[in-house]
T-cell receptor
Framework: DSGVTQTPKHLITATGQRVTLRCSPR?????VYWYQQSLDQGLQFLIQ???????AKGNILERFSAQQFPDLHSELNLSSLELGDSALYFC????????????FGQGTRLTVV | AQTVTQSQPEMSVQEAETVTLSCTYD???????LFWYKQPPSRQMILVIR??????QNATENRFSVNFQKAAKSFSLKISDSQLGDAAMYFC????????????????FGKGTHLIIQP
């Protein structure tokens, strides 16, 4: 158990809908990272938050957004969903801004039908 | 942008033998970190080993060791005495050591190598 909790574990929704994925980092970790794993694109970095502020952006679509709350949990919002958004979404956390290793949650499997 | 290449989509090894997984990367930076992550069928991403680019000594963690060749931009993973529990997808990953604030600060992953352990 990495100590990073992601909910829900599975999510099935229709095209055009909006969903929210939730991540609780390890106790004391200030950085949260979101990744997408799909068959087409592999594992891709989406976005990073550090202590409530957006710190870095990767290949995140404009239809996607994230935030980190004062209690340090984070949410990834996916809107206007398309079939191609079906993927495994991982959250990872680390204790510092410039980390040397990150601890991953078990992921949320999103299926868009 | 950095890229990570794993040229072996799948590898197979007999239990108790040694296997080496290949990884090459492309970067213009001089300071960075390299990682091997394991993803078993449970989907959990598990850190196997880490290497700092400024360290010449190859990292070792029990049965896992790396061969880091900075000039060649190569970072292979050797698994000794393979066990059935080692069966998984293995991902090589890169991260810049530059402070965040400019550009992507997450990990850049390779496509992965599926490791099969034959009993």
């Amino acid at each position: 158990d990495s100590g990073v909790t992601q909910t829900p574990k599975h999510l099935i929704t229709a095209t055009g809908q909006r969903v929210t994925l939730r991540c609780s980092p390890r106790s004391g970790d200030l950085s949260v990272y979101w990744y997408q794993q799909s068959l087409d694109q592999g594992l891709q970095f989406l976005i990073q938050y550090y202590n409530g502020e957006e710190r870095a952006k990767g290949n995140i679509l404009e239809r996607f957004s994230a935030q980190q709350f004062p209690d340090l949990h984070s949410e990834l919002n996916l809107s206007s969903l398309e079939l191609g958004d079906s993927a495994l979404y991982f959250c990872a956390s680390s204790p510092r801004d410039s980390y040397t290793e990150a601890f991953f949650g078990q992921g949320t499997r999103l299926t868009v039908v | 942008a950095q890229t990570v290449t794993q040229s072996q989509p799948e590898m197979s090894v007999q239990e108790a033998e040694t296997v080496t997984l290949s990884c090459t990367y492309d970067t213009s930076e001089s300071d960075y970190y390299l990682f091997w992550y394991k993803q078993p069928p449970s989907r959990q991403m598990i850190l196997v080993i880490r290497q700092e680019a400024y360290k010449q000594q190859n990292a070792t963690e029990n049965r896992f060791s790396v061969n880091f060749q900075k000039a060649a931009k190569s970072f292979s993973l050797k698994i000794s005495d393979s066990q059935l529990g080692d069966a998984a997808m293995y991902f090589c990953a890169y991260r810049s050591a530059l402070a965040s604030g400019g550009g992507a600060d997450g990990l850049t992953f390779g496509k992965g190598t599926h490791l099969i352990i034959q009993p």
